[in-house]
């Protein structure tokens, strides 16, 4: 049974940062893409950080230089380190995992943006920003 559990987030006033950290279970049989989806109300999902099973990150324009994705294999854990956070930050969060072939060049992004049962989710998590 894969299982994802993420902590962390919270509401912070804009500038600020916030972490958030995913543990998995049961992604043993092969290499993985991970990645950090999110999504607001009454928009789309989506993919703002990916991280491929070398270590190699990709991010969404809007977080680039703000948001950092890294990943422990020996531990099963993903982290997302967010900085300068903006009004337009806030949604919920969810950590992703698909095929790794998925990684390069983002298709991961825009595959599990319309076809979520392409990966496994998290249960997802809220960042709040305030002014």
């Known amino acids: 049974l894969v299982r994802l559990l993420e902590s962390g987030g919270g509401s912070v006033q804009a500038g600020g940062p916030l972490r958030f950290s995913c543990t998995h279970f049961?992604?043993?049989?092969?290499?993985?893409?991970m990645a950090w989806f999110r999504q607001a109300p009454g928009e789309e999902r989506e993919g703002c950080a990916a991280?491929?099973?070398?270590?190699?990150?990709i991010y969404e324009y809007a977080v680039k230089g703000r948001f950092t994705i890294s990943r422990d294999i020996n531990k099963n854990t993903l982290d997302l380190q967010m900085n300068d956070l903006k009004l337009e930050d806030t949604a919920m969060y969810y950590c992703a995992a698909a095929a790794n072939d998925l990684c390069p060049g983002g298709m991961i992004f825009r595959l599990l943006r319309d076809e979520a049962k392409l990966g496994y989710w998290g249960q997802g998590a809220q960042v709040t920003v305030s002014s």
């Open positions: 991280i491929d099973n070398d270590g190699n990150p």
């Open positions: 049961g992604l043993t049989d092969r290499p993985y893409c």
